[in-house]
Antibody
Framework: EVQLVESGGGLIQPGGSLRLSCAAS????????MSWVRQAPGKGLEWVSVIYSGGSTYYADSVKGRFTISRDNSKNTLYLQMNSLRAEDTAVYYC??????????WGQGTLVTVSS | QSALTQPASVSGSPGQSITISCTGTSSDVGSYNLVSWYQQHPGKAPKLMIY???KRPSGVSNRFSGSKSGNTASLTISGLQAEDEADYYC???????????FGGGTKLTVL
C-alpha cells in the first residue's frame, strides 16, 4: 500500500527556515516524480515544486530561490527546505506521488504557519 | 503562471448530473492531454478522480467522467450523491518549467 507521511511543519517567524519531510512506503521515491503542493487557509491548491526521477527540479515562481526540493534514496524520503519564509507561505503542505503530472497519492499534509 | 478558471460553485439535487468547467489557455489545457481532477472534503487531503483528461483511477466511481475541448476541460458527475459534496480542483500540465497549474476550485453542493 502506498503511504506518504509529512512532518516538520510548525510556527516559524518571518525570515526563518524550516525543512519538511515526506516519508514514503509502498513505492520507491527515486523512481517516481514527486511534488509538493500547498494550500493556504481557506484557499485553493498551489503547486510548489517537483523532482523528477532523473533528479531535475522545478519550482513555482513564488518560491524560486527560497525553497529547495530534494530526496534521500536511502531513507525513501522527500524533503522541502524552505528559507526566507514569508507570511504568504503559511499553508498546509502536501507531498504527492506525481505520475505524468497527475498526483496519484497524497500525504495527510503538514501545517506551516509563518508569523511573528 | 495564471491559475485555471473554474466556477466558484455549482449545485445539484441527488440523482442529477452536473458539469464543472476548467478554462485554461493554449499553453496548458489546450496543448496537453494532461488534465487531472481532484476531490477534496473539508480537512482532508485531495483525492485524484480523473487523470489524462478522461481516465479514472482504480476505485473511482464511473459516475465521474472527464472531457476536453480546446482550452476547456470538464468534469461531469452523474447520479449525484450526498457524499459527492466537496471541493473540486482541475489541474493541467503547463510545460516543464511551470510543471502544473491548478484551477481555483469549485464547491459542489448537493441540495
Amino acid at each position: 500500500e502506498v503511504q506518504l507521511v509529512e512532518s516538520g511543519g510548525g510556527l516559524i517567524q518571518p525570515g526563518g527556515s524550516l525543512r519538511l519531510s515526506c516519508a514514503a512506503s509502498g513505492f520507491t521515491v527515486s523512481s517516481n516524480y514527486m511534488s509538493w503542493v500547498r494550500q493556504a487557509p481557506g484557499k485553493g491548491l498551489e503547486w510548489v515544486s517537483v523532482i523528477y526521477s532523473g533528479g531535475s527540479t522545478y519550482y513555482a515562481d513564488s518560491v524560486k530561490g527560497r525553497f529547495t526540493i530534494s530526496r534521500d534514496n536511502s531513507k525513501n524520503t522527500l524533503y522541502l527546505q524552505m528559507n526566507s519564509l514569508r507570511a504568504e507561505d503559511t499553508a498546509v503542505y502536501y507531498c504527492a506521488r506525481d505520475k505524468d503530472t497527475a498526483m496519484h497519492s497524497w500525504g495527510q499534509g503538514t501545517l506551516v504557519t509563518v508569523s511573528s | 503562471q495564471s491559475a485555471l478558471t473554474q466556477p466558484a460553485s455549482v449545485s445539484g439535487s441527488p440523482g442529477q448530473s452536473i458539469t464543472i468547467s476548467c478554462t485554461g489557455t493554449s499553453s496548458d489545457v489546450g496543448s496537453y492531454n494532461l488534465v487531472s481532477w481532484y476531490q477534496q472534503h473539508p480537512g482532508k487531503a485531495p483525492k485524484l478522480m480523473i487523470y489524462e483528461v478522461s481516465k479514472r483511477p482504480s476505485g473511482v466511481s464511473n459516475r465521474f467522467s472527464g472531457s476536453k475541448s480546446g482550452n476547456t476541460a470538464s468534469l461531469t458527475i452523474s447520479g449525484l450523491q450526498a457524499e459527492d459534496e466537496a471541493d473540486y480542483y482541475c489541474c493541467s500540465y503547463a510545460g516543464s518549467s511551470s510543471h502544473v497549474v491548478f484551477g481555483g476550485g469549485t464547491k459542489l453542493t448537493v441540495l
